[in-house]
């Protein structure tokens, strides 16, 4: 495996355990049906949470979440309704962003950010 693809794995977990200190409950990581694919799927008793992590070494070339831009959101928005369908779910759903960056003491610095965007109209 690539040392990214550990990176990534790295950040997933680590944004996995943040988001259960807050008080989310995980459902899913690495969700996927056919190509389209959801990094976290979490819960809140009202809520149905779809979170892209975005994890980079650094911040030397751009800032994790620029890396998300509506043809992402497109996609994410596709799974979504996928993941909705298969499982029957009948809750408000929030689309969170995450970055994730390496700290220097060998965890990372986490910026999440909650309701980040509402689904694109095509």
């Known amino acids: 495996?690539?040392?990214?693809?550990y990176l990534g794995a790295a950040g997933e977990a680590a944004a996995c355990a943040y988001l259960t200190h807050k008080g989310y409950t995980i459902r899913h990581c690495n969700w996927?049906?056919?190509h389209l694919e959801i990094d976290i799927v979490a819960e809140t008793p009202d809520r149905l949470i779809v979170i892209e992590v975005k994890t980079r070494a650094s911040l030397r070339f751009a800032h994790p979440l620029e890396a998300v831009g509506?043809?992402?959101m497109q996609r994410l928005v596709n799974a979504a309704q996928a993941y909705i369908f298969h499982y029957n779910i009948q809750k408000e759903i929030?689309?969170?962003l995450m970055a994730l960056t390496p700290d220097p003491d060998g965890g990372f610095l986490i910026e999440h950010v909650p309701d980040a965007f509402l689904p694109p109209l095509c």
């Open 1 to 5: 495996m690539a040392q990214h693809n």
């Open 94 to 96: 929030q689309f969170d």
């Open 70 to 72: 509506w043809s992402k």
């Open 32 to 34: 996927r049906c056919g």
